[in-house]
């Protein structure tokens, strides 16, 4: 238990669908990360929130839309997603200082599967 | 740019083998270096890293000193375990990330033990 938790575990939606992954930190951590883990690939970051702004996103389609309510939690809202955007999407979380560079807590993903 | 490219997958070692997995960075200044361990159905959780040049990380047994000469940062152990069986990710942390982990990870190496 990394204390990052996700939900749901697995998913499985049609491109017309809407759908919201959640990932929650009990860590009392300052970030939060979204990642898109696809077989093969290297991880990609798609977004990334400190201080509950969203201070990196790196060129990610605005099917995929991220929401940081507070400190604690981060959404993912998906829609009209292509097949494509099939993977496994991993929530991390890290207490950030002014230089960077700390652990990051992983929670074990949604695995997504868009039909 | 940074980037981080790992020795391809699957390696398949007998119990008791010495594992080396190859991991070799491009990156301006002087990025930390990691290694994460992805465990089945679990998200990634750190093994060890190296902030400086010479810098050994070690932890349960895996070990990786921190190249700058080479630019690598390479994953040994000495006797792999079934249950070392995994996906392992290299990963860098730019020089100053300003504030948040921006880590860049391999695509991951794929490692099976059999018994």
């Known amino acids: 238990e990394t204390g990052v938790t996700q939900t749901p575990r697995h998913l499985v939606m049609g491109m017309t669908n809407k759908k919201s992954l959640k990932c929650e930190q009990h860590?009392?951590?300052?970030?939060m990360y979204w990642y898109k883990q696809s077989a093969k690939k290297p991880l990609e970051l798609m977004f990334v929130?400190?201080?509950?702004?969203?201070?990196e996103n790196n060129s990610v389609p605005s099917r995929f839309s991220p929401e940081c309510p507070n400190s604690s939690h981060l959404f993912l809202h998906l829609h009209t997603l292509q097949p494509e955007d099939s993977a496994l999407y991993l929530c991390?979380?890290?207490?950030?200082?002014?230089?960077?560079?700390?652990?990051?807590?992983f929670g074990s993903g949604t695995q997504l599967s868009v039909l | 740019g940074n980037s981080v490219t790992q020795m391809e997958g699957p390696v398949t070692l007998s119990e008791e083998a010495f594992l080396t997995i190859n991991c070799t960075y491009t990156?301006?200044?002087?990025?930390?270096l990691f290694w994460y361990v992805q465990y089945p159905g679990e998200g990634l959780q750190l093994l060890l890293k190296?902030?400086?040049?010479?810098d050994k990380g070690s932890n349960k047994g895996f070990e990786a000193t921190y190249r700058k000469e080479t630019t690598s940062f390479h994953l040994e152990k000495g006797s792999v375990q079934v249950s070392d069986s995994a996906v392992y990710f290299c990963?860098?942390?730019?020089?100053?990330?300003?504030?948040?982990?921006?880590?860049?990870f391999g695509a991951g190496t794929r490692l099976a033990v059999h018994p």
């Open positions: 991390a979380s890290s207490q950030e200082g002014r230089t960077g560079g700390e652990k990051l807590f």
């Open positions: 860590l009392g951590h300052n970030a």
């Open positions: 929130y400190s201080l509950e702004e969203r201070v």
């Open positions: 990156a301006t200044g002087y990025p930390s």
């Open positions: 190296a902030t400086k040049a010479d």
């Open positions: 990963a860098l942390s730019p020089s100053f990330s300003g504030g948040y982990n921006k880590l860049i």
